[in-house]
């Protein structure tokens, strides 16, 4: 097997996950949190739609993590994404992580909107 190193140029993947933190070059942000190839950091959750229609024009897709499983969230948030030209995929926080470092290895117009899988 050939294994190839992923460069994510300037770009900081996340490193790591757990109750209540997601860590993201090198920084452990505690609670929900918004992750962009050039930024990360704390978010104020579904009600906080202003921080992520910031990114419309800069992402297609915002990856939403709800946490340890896969839940819907709020159809009005879905909903004003959309309407900015933001596509939402939902997942589990752990699927989202992943997600997120694979499309962002390919270079792809992403972010994160995290919530915590759990709880400190």
């Not at 209540?20 to 978010?43: E, K, Q, S, Y």
């Not at 997942?91 to 962002?104: D, F, G, K």
Request: aromatic letters at 8%; a negative charge.
């Amino acid at each position: 097997m050939r294994l190839t190193e992923i460069s994510y140029g300037t770009a900081q993947p996340v490193e790591g996950y757990g109750p209540g933190f997601f860590r993201v070059g090198g920084h452990v942000l505690r609670g929900a949190c918004l992750i962009t190839p050039w930024d990360a950091g704390l978010w104020g959750g579904f009600g906080d739609t202003a921080a992520v229609l910031t990114l419309a024009g800069r992402i297609d897709v915002l990856l939403m993590g709800m946490g340890a499983e896969i839940a819907h969230p709020p159809k009005e948030f879905v909903a004003t994404l959309d309407a900015a030209g933001i596509g939402v995929e939902v997942m589990a926080s752990p699927a989202a992580c992943r997600t997120y470092n694979v499309l962002l290895g390919e270079g792809r117009r992403i972010a994160a909107a995290l919530l915590p899988v759990g709880a400190p």
